[in-house]
């Protein structure tokens, strides 16, 4: 009896390794968990920013006009307050590459005045100045350094004494700059920004028919902001 124990003890001891090693054999190795990496620039932001502005009014109407020859230009500078929001898309496997469109407004105190000969004083403000963006940007982590480039938008307001009048003007032209943003917080970011816009010649209608000047603007603005993602 004391022997059929013992090979009992036995026949279990080797089934149970014999089991063991089945249930070992059977373990599937599942494969790795592919990680993608992540952007505190990929999504949506809106943010408020300040600055200073300068830019050039340049008057070029044809021979006939009263300011030919030598031109009535003005050259214009002032502060600027306003709102932007965008969304940003990194681009996983790009090696950081940010795609992004953004836009703004800004009330803007852009303002020059003087005195000509030919028709007396004249001043120029631009009241209003706004943007449509694409955005190029590379994710240096904490950093993101960027391209942008769009269109622009002014409303701008002229006034002449020779003609006692004050004209509304608005135009579209082309916008183009750099920047760089940097995370402060999970959240919050601070955004550096210098940009040149362009706009076409316009005509400024103070009743004077064909002598009515032209001018063509060219601006410039550095801005620091604060950008909120969500």
Request: glycine share 14%; proline share 3%; charged share 20%.
């Amino acid at each position: 009896m004391k022997k059929v124990s013992t090979m009992l003890l036995v026949g279990a001891a080797a089934l149970g390794l014999t089991s063991a090693s089945y249930a070992a054999d059977l373990v599937i190795e599942e494969p790795p968990v592919e990680v993608i990496p992540y952007s505190i620039w990929d999504g949506g932001y809106i943010g408020v920013f300040g600055g200073f502005g300068w830019g050039g009014l340049d008057h070029n109407p044809d021979e006939e006009g009263l300011c030919w020859p030598d031109g009535c230009d003005l050259d214009l500078s002032g502060w600027l307050l306003g709102v932007n929001a965008g969304w940003n898309f990194a681009l996983n496997g790009s090696g950081g590459i940010v795609l992004g469109v953004a836009g703004d407004i800004a009330w803007v105190d852009l303002s020059a005045d003087d005195s000509f000969d030919e028709f007396g004083d004249w001043e120029s403000n631009v009241n209003f100045e706004g943007s449509l963006r694409g955005v190029l940007g590379w994710d240096g982590g904490l950093w993101m350094p960027y391209l942008t480039a769009g269109i622009s938008f002014i409303d701008a307001t002229h006034w002449s004494e020779f003609a006692d009048v004050e004209v509304d003007v608005s135009a579209v032209g082309g916008t183009a700059g750099v920047g760089v943003a940097y995370a402060v917080a999970e959240n919050l970011a601070v955004d550096l920004q210098y940009r040149a816009s362009w706009y076409d010649e316009e005509e400024i209608d103070i009743g004077w028919d064909d002598d009515n000047p032209d001018f063509g603007l060219v601006t410039s603005r550095f801005t620091i902001g604060l950008n909120w993602s969500f």
